[in-house]
């Protein structure tokens, strides 16, 4: 099944508190994944659902989720798997946001990087639904600090990139050890080989769902190529920030060296930068992206490992201080801006030959637009002049 609407919420037949929460959201119509999923889900089954980043699947499966909680029952009953801390973290406040009216479930997150124990109490307040990273769902259950056989639905939110992360074997390890399960559901960007595999083996009869970057769906972003020499890229970035005078931008970077090194020129010019990568301390880490989410940090520099953590809605530019070694780095990366039908900017610097390859490359496989461009001598944009 193919969609490109959504319905309104108010039709799917939901309960009072979930609409609730919905309406003080401020949301009224649901995206087509949202409209895809959720009816299958209610009714317990499998749902292999294929969309793009930023629209909406964690409502899409959160909802059917907690309209199956049995609010008296203190087991787990439904697990979602996600590939990164920051995406598990992300989809756990926007359960909460969720069942804000529903005061007897109880979610918990489970990662790792954070202390095993502050998890293991908290597993002890028989909270019904679990969110975690594959590697840490899989130590509590050798612990036995998790128990499993009332758990009746599995998520694998991001499961191309969870798979490609290689935890496929703690993956097929949990779905393994689930006797109960009732229904499975795939969200992924992408519908790898091994998503598929995955598919093949644990789904029955399963909703097929895709939803097409098409001109709905897809964020409005305006994307821009610029050469720069590789010590001008900090120079570069300050103009265009001063310029445009964008409030909040994510700097990606490749390497956690370079993402260190950009923060530090960029805080040295004056500018409110703070950063993550994989070395930063967790409770670092957290602070930083809760400063960003509440719009009190105007550049956030980071790895590709946060960009799917991230889920801020208004992040007015992206700048690719590298260009990204993989394709579909590009997409999520530029995917942060865009969102909830904003206009969006990306800028991306390729500073050697092997950056520009890779570039059209990455235009290429996308189908998408990106436009050379220069600044002009008041540090405006225009396009690179032919010939």
Not at 298 to 309: H, I, S, Y
Request: glycine share 6%; charged share 30%; aromatic share 6%.
């Amino acid at each position: 099944m193919e969609l490109t609407q959504g319905v309104r919420f108010d039709s799917l037949g939901l309960s009072e508190p979930l609409m609730r929460a919905i309406e003080k959201k401020g949301y009224e119509i649901s995206t087509p994944i949202q409209a895809g999923a959720i009816p299958p889900m209610m009714d317990w089954r499998d749902v292999t659902a294929k969309a793009p980043t930023g629209t909406g699947k964690t409502f899409a499966f959160g909802i059917p989720i907690l309209e199956h909680i049995d609010q008296e029952s203190e087991a787990i009953q439904a697990v979602i798997l996600a590939p990164t801390r920051e995406l598990a973290m992300q989809i756990t406040e926007e359960l909460r946001q969720l069942a804000v009216y529903m005061e007897q479930v109880k979610i918990v997150c489970c990662y790792g990087g954070q202390p095993i124990g502050k998890q293991i109490n908290a597993l002890k307040r028989h909270p019904q639904i679990i969110v975690a990273t594959p590697g840490r769902f899989s130590d509590h259950m050798k612990r036995r600090t998790i128990k499993v056989d009332a758990v009746q639905t599995v998520v694998l939110d991001e499961a191309d990139r969870m798979l490609d992360m290689g935890f496929i074997h703690d993956v097929t390890r949990i779905l393994d050890k689930l006797p109960h399960r009732r229904n499975l559901g795939l969200f992924s960007a992408t519908i790898s080989r091994e998503v598929m595999d995955i598919a093949w083996v644990y789904q029955r009869d399963a909703e097929e769902i895709t939803v097409r970057a098409d001109e709905v769906n897809k964020p409005d972003i305006l994307q821009y190529r610029m050469d720069v020499a590789m010590n001008d890229k900090v120079e570069t970035m300050l103009r265009i920030l001063k310029t445009e005078g964008y409030e909040r931008v994510i700097v990606f970077c490749n390497t956690k060296g370079t993402v260190e090194r950009a923060t530090k020129y960029l805080q040295m010019a004056g500018l409110d930068a703070q950063c993550i990568h994989g070395d930063i301390p967790q409770v670092k880490r957290e602070k930083v992206m809760q400063r960003f989410r509440e719009g009190k940090l105007r550049v956030f520099v980071a790895t590709d490992v946060a960009a799917r953590g991230i889920d801020v809605d208004d992040v007015d530019a992206v700048f690719n201080y590298d260009v990204p070694e993989e394709n579909e780095y590009y997409v999520h990366r530029i995917g942060r801006t865009g969102r909830a039908k904003r206009h969006g900017v990306a800028y991306t610097f390729v500073a050697d030959y092997g950056a520009m390859v890779r570039l059209d490359e990455i235009a290429k496989f996308t189908k998408n637009t990106i436009t050379p461009v220069e600044l002009d001598a008041a540090g405006k944009i225009v396009p690179v002049k032919k010939g």
